[in-house]
Nanobody, 119 residues
Framework: QVQLVESGGGLVQPGGSLRLSCAAS????????MGWYRQAPGKQRELVAT???????NYADSVKGRFTISRDNAKNTVYLQMNSLKPEDTAVYYC?????????????WGQGTQVTVSS
């Protein structure tokens, strides 16, 4: 059974930091592209960051220079370090696993963790 479990969300002040974690099971973690997405009230889910099996990374323009995605294959865990947080970063953050096998795409999602940035 595939399972992605996020943790680390919470309430922080503008300018503060949080580190999100996503622990994966039921997948061959090292061959999956892993990602973080977020969804704010009234908005569509959007890409935040991705990291491939070869550790190539990609970031949304809105978080470049502030967020860092990383992975620890030995722990089957992907992280999102969030610094200099802004109120507009407030959203539910979702972990994602993504891979192709025999022309079929396999995508899995975590349950989400709430991040609130407010004074």
């Amino acid at each position: 059974q595939v399972q992605l479990v996020e943790s680390g969300g919470g309430l922080v002040q503008p300018g503060g930091s949080l580190r999100l974690s996503c622990a994966a099971s039921g997948i061959i973690f090292s061959i999956n592209t892993m990602g973080w997405y977020r969804q704010a009230p009234g908005k569509q889910r959007e890409l935040v960051a991705t990291i491939t099996s070869s550790r190539s990374t990609n970031y949304a323009d809105s978080v470049k220079g502030r967020f860092t995605i990383s992975r620890d294959n030995a722990k089957n865990t992907v992280y999102l370090q969030m610094n200099s947080l802004k109120p507009e970063d407030t959203a539910v953050y979702y972990c994602n696993a993504d891979r192709w096998y025999q022309n079929i795409r396999y995508i899995h999602w975590g349950q989400g963790t709430q991040v609130t940035v407010s004074s």
